[in-house]
């Protein structure tokens, strides 16, 4: 375990379904990430809250849904997706903005939209 | 021009070989340089972070960093089969949003 733990690790879901992703972290970090994955690609970062405030939205479409109720943790709200939205969603967390030590990344949610 | 460039790969290297991996980045603010490691359906893991130009070794592992060349490269020494990954190089920049901007990876194969 990394001190970023995410649940749950696998989701499948219908099109018409709402499900949230949720990513916990322990280790006293002030910033949380969300990154997509999709298969062969690279990173995608999605959204930045920093000091539980967001300061990134990568243009994102607005059926994901971030929610950061304070600096532990982080959800994803998810709600009429798309099967190109099936990826690896990862959360990280860092302290002073990763500068010194990076991201630490969860184990990720392997998510299929069917 | 990408933020943090890398080869694709794949790269193959025979087992008890060194692997060289290669990273570019375009901005001179850059402070932090990181390598991490992801092995398929996994998530990425660090391995390294270097900040000074020159080497820093950890094990196996020798992080490489040219300022001057805007370039940081890693060595695997003695390559292992479990080794088999993909490397992503990590550059920390500092600016009005500072933040880590990942490359894309080198995908590693490590054949016996």
């Known amino acids: 375990e990394t001190g970023v733990t995410q649940t749950p690790r696998h989701l499948v879901m219908g099109m018409t379904n709402k499900k949230s992703l949720k990513c916990e972290q322990h280790l006293g970090h002030n910033a949380m990430y969300w990154y997509k994955q999709s298969a062969k690609k690279p990173l995608e970062l999605m959204f930045v809250?920093?000091?539980?405030?967001?300061?990134e939205n990568n243009s994102v479409p607005s059926r994901f849904s971030p929610e950061c109720p304070n600096s532990s943790h982080l959800f994803l709200h998810l709600h009429t997706l798309q099967p190109e939205d099936s990826a690896l969603y990862l959360c990280?967390?860092?302290?002073?903005?990763?500068?010194?030590?990076?991201?630490?990344f969860g184990s990720g949610t392997r998510l299929t939209v069917v | 021009q990408k933020e943090v460039e890398q080869n694709s790969g794949p790269l193959s290297v025979p087992e008890g070989a060194i692997a060289s991996l290669n990273c570019t980045y375009s901005d001179r603010g850059s402070q932090s340089f990181f390598w991490y490691r992801q092995y398929s359906g996994k998530s990425p893991e660090l391995i390294m972070f270097?900040?000074?130009?020159g080497d820093k070794e950890d094990g196996r592992f020798t992080a490489q960093l040219n300022k001057a060349s805007q370039y940081v490269s890693l060595l695997i020494r003695d390559s292992q089969p479990s080794d088999s990954a993909t490397y992503l190089c990590?550059?920390?920049?500092?600016?009005?949003?500072?933040?880590?901007?990942f490359g894309s990876g080198t995908r590693l194969s490590i054949r016996p």
């Open positions: 270097i900040y000074s130009n």
């Open positions: 990590a550059v920390y920049i500092y600016s009005s949003a500072s933040k880590i901007i």
């Open positions: 990280a967390s860092s302290q002073e903005e990763g500068r010194v030590y990076g991201y630490t």
């Open positions: 809250y920093s000091l539980e405030e967001r300061v």
